[in-house]
């Protein structure tokens, strides 16, 4: 097909991402850059090159592109949080979570986007919302013995000991072996 239509962005990205997802970034990202050369608002291109640039711990670059896509596709959730971690990993910590927010508007029954906000918040100082972000995870996927660790985790924060001892416990009770619940259970003071 490149043969045909060597200045199709198209074919350049969907080239990319079938290399990406072989394992062959290097060639991928020539693609995806080769697609970006013919039409600069190809968003598999710009969402591509944006997690490649994750991977390699380049988050502002990663975010730059990530915003061409959120700007080409506003309502795509995968690219409002990859570019959501990006901000974070920037330490952009406010606009990543407009854009968890902005996410969960659009998928409000995603655990993983409230636990992301969750995150967010708390690396804030904002431990009653990220709390509540974590309940609200838990909500949607009560079985997750890392969701109730780190609820324990926000809980011990603000003094709930009670309240953390609880999720600790259950976070071991769903996974007997989960090391940083059994150490974050060990360092709450006795009740």
């Known amino acids: 097909m490149l043969a045909q239509c060597p200045a199709d962005a198209t074919i ?59 700007e080409q596709r506003p309502k795509d959730v995968d690219a409002r949080q990859q570019l959501a971690a990006a901000y974070a990993l920037s330490g952009r910590m406010s606009d990543a979570v407009i854009q968890l927010r902005e996410a969960i508007t659009l998928s409000p029954d995603n655990p993983d986007l409230h636990g992301q906000l969750s ?21 949607l996927r009560a079985n997750d013995p890392d ?16 309240e953390a001892r609880e999720d600790f416990l259950r976070a071991l009770q769903l996974a007997p072996n989960h090391a940083q619940a059994r150490s974050n259970l060990q360092r709450l003071p006795p009740s």
Request: cysteine-free; glycine content about 12%; hydrophobic content about 45%.
């Open 12 to 70: 350049h990205s969907g080239l990319g991402a079938a290399l990406d997802s072989e394992g062959h970034s290097d060639a991928a990202e020539a693609e995806f850059r080769a697609a970006l050369e013919i039409d600069g608002h190809d968003f598999t291109a710009l969402y591509n090159l944006g997690g490649l640039a994750l991977q390699a711990g380049q988050p502002q670059q990663a975010a730059d592109f990530l915003e061409g896509a959120v």
């Open 119 to 139: 995150q967010a918040l708390a690396s804030m100082g904002q431990l009653e919302p990220a709390i509540a972000e974590r309940k609200t995870a838990l909500h």
């Open 147 to 162: 969701d109730w660790n780190n609820l324990g985790v926000l809980e011990a924060r603000v003094g709930r000991i009670t």
